[in-house]
Every structure is written in structure tokens, then in C-alpha cells.
């Protein structure tokens, strides 16, 4: 594609479900970013892959926060047990490089998740 | 701790003029910086980056000012147009150390251009 790809562009969830978000990043990207912005607040980082090795999560709120690229392309992020406070837009970005000197990133639109 | 914020949180300016967008950082090991603009329902799309070796990169229509020194960077828009009314976010990003390869973004600056 084009772009980013994310899917479901909107997600409505009870609280205590699980949720599944899908990221398609630009093909041949290398790294991959999941960031998590409130309403009206810049977006904060969750986590970073590259190729399939995740190599920091130190974003990641809790436990009940997941992300997998198990073939180096397609990337899910799974929040188990919703809550309130995890409403947000869910951005994925990629880059075609390891980030070391080019930190350009390609962002989706989001996934907008509402934890009711 | 580390921050990196926006004086205003929002911004009108009438269509055809100049706007500048600040934004104050607070630390010093970041080496790389970022402007961002977000349409409503969008990602954030890259505008302009600067690393800390230069005080100044222009693009087309925008310029990027480092000021290292107050710890400032700002974001110049020439001639305004209806399709630069957006929120717009700077991101900072420290020297390479092992897993920092996060940007940090600031909270943003709403910009409404007026015909």
C-alpha cells in the first residue's frame, strides 16, 4: 500500500474485554512504533520493533498491554481486561530505517478506541 | 524529568500571513527534533527535522530555529494558506542510548488560519 494501514479504524469495547488493533506498515520497513495519544495530548510511545524483534517496550503501561511482529511485517497490539483508561487513538508509525540516523517516521491514521 | 512543551495552545492567524510556532524542551542531551502536523482523524505527517549541530533549516514555506542555548525551538510558516490549519507538534529525541529510540512530543498548538 500506499501508506500505513491501520484497522479497525474505530473500536468500541466493554470494559474488561480484549482488544486486538492491526498495523500494516509501508512494505520494507524496518522499524515500527506503537504510540498511545489521549485527547488533545501529543502522542507517547509504547513500544519499537525492528524487523520482529521488539527492542523497547518501555512504554507500555501494564501488563495487560501486548505488541507481537512475529514475521517482521504486520504488527498487533492486544490490551487484555480494557479499562476506562485506556480510551485513546492507537498510532502505528514505520520507518524504512533502523533509526539511527534517520528518525523520519510514517504514521497511520490510528485506531480510535473507546472503553466504555 | 524530561519535557518538552508548547507556549500556546493555540494559534490564529489570518490566511496569507507568517505564523511561528514555539516550543521549549528541557533536555539537554536531545540531539534531534521534529516538527509535526496533524490534520483532524489523521497521523501526525512529517514537516521538518533539525539536529542539534545547525540553528536553522528551511524547507518549503517552513523554517525550523534551535536556540540550544534557551533550550527553544520554533516553527515558521510563510504565507499562510487554509491548508495549514492543524495542530502541530515538535518531538525531541536524546542521543542514542540503548532503547531510547522513542520521540518524545510535546502537546501540541492548534493553528486556525482565518480567510
Known amino acids: 500500500g500506499a501508506g500505513v494501514s491501520q484497522s479497525p479504524r474505530y473500536k468500541v469495547a466493554k470494559r474488561g474485554q480484549d482488544v486486538a488493533l492491526r498495523c500494516d506498515p509501508i512494505?520494507?520497513?524496518?522499524?515500527l512504533f506503537w504510540y498511545q495519544q489521549a485527547l488533545g495530548q501529543g502522542p507517547e510511545f509504547l513500544t519499537y520493533f525492528q524487523n520482529e524483534a521488539q527492542l523497547d517496550k518501555s512504554g507500555l503501561p501494564s501488563d495487560r498491554f501486548f505488541a507481537e511482529r512475529p514475521e517482521g511485517s504486520v504488527s498487533t497490539l492486544k490490551i487484555q481486561r480494557t479499562q476506562q483508561e485506556d480510551s485513546a487513538v492507537y498510532l502505528c508509525a514505520s520507518s524504512p530505517t533502523r533509526t539511527t540516523t534517520n528518525e523520519k517516521l510514517f504514521f497511520g491514521s490510528g485506531t480510535q478506541l473507546s472503553v466504555l | 524529568g524530561e519535557s518538552v512543551g508548547l507556549h500556546l495552545p493555540t494559534l490564529s492567524v489570518q490566511e496569507g500571513d507568517n505564523s511561528i510556532i514555539n516550543c521549549a524542551y528541557s533536555n539537554s542531551a536531545s540531539d534531534y527534533f521534529i516538527w509535526y502536523k496533524q490534520e483532524s482523524g489523521k497521523g501526525p505527517q512529517f514537516i521538518i527535522d533539525i539536529r542539534s549541530n545547525m540553528d536553522k533549516r528551511q524547507g518549503q514555506r517552513v523554517t525550523v530555529l534551535l536556540n540550544k542555548t534557551v533550550k527553544h525551538l520554533s516553527l515558521q510558516i510563510a504565507a499562510t494558506q487554509p491548508g495549514d490549519s492543524a495542530v502541530y507538534f515538535c518531538?525531541?529525541?536524546?542521543?542514542?542510548?540503548?532503547?531510547?529510540?522513542?520521540?518524545?512530543f510535546g502537546q501540541g498548538t492548534r493553528l486556525t488560519i482565518n480567510p
Open positions: 518531538a525531541e529525541k536524546k542521543k542514542r542510548i540503548q532503547g531510547a529510540q522513542k520521540l518524545v
Open positions: 512494505s520494507g520497513h524496518v522499524s
